[in-house]
Nanobody, 120 residues
């Protein structure tokens, strides 16, 4: 059974940090994995994606603040988020794709999401 289970979301003050995790099962390491987010009233957008090794692609809005990584032995994807801003507030989704892309339309499988709220 294919599953993606996110964890690590929560509430943090501006400038703070959070680390999201996504436990994957039923997928091979050949898939690309990524993080997407959806804020209230906005369309879902790509945040970061990574291939089976370390090659990553980031949205301009998070470049330099967020770091995506994956542990293939543990089948786990991570997103380290630093210098968080109120505009980072959103539901964050783990995703699996066959294409190296930040477009939501290219995603093949989605997790259920974890909420991140940045507020003072």
């Amino acid at each position: 059974e294919r599953r993606l289970v996110e964890s690590g979301g929560g509430s943090v003050q501006p400038g703070g940090s959070l680390r999201l995790s996504c436990a994957a099962s039923g997928y091979t390491n050949s898939y690309y994995m990524g993080w997407f987010r959806e804020a209230p009233g906005k369309q879902r957008e790509g945040v970061a994606t990574i291939n089976s090794y370390t090659t990553a692609l980031y949205a301009a809005s998070v470049q330099g603040r967020f770091t995506i990584s994956r542990d293939n032995a543990k089948n786990t994807l991570y997103l380290q988020m630093n210098s968080l801003k109120p505009e980072d507030t959103a539901m964050y989704y783990c995703a699996v794709s066959r294409i190296f892309s930040l477009r939501p339309s290219d995603v093949n499988y989605w997790g259920q999401g974890t909420q991140v709220t940045v507020s003072s």
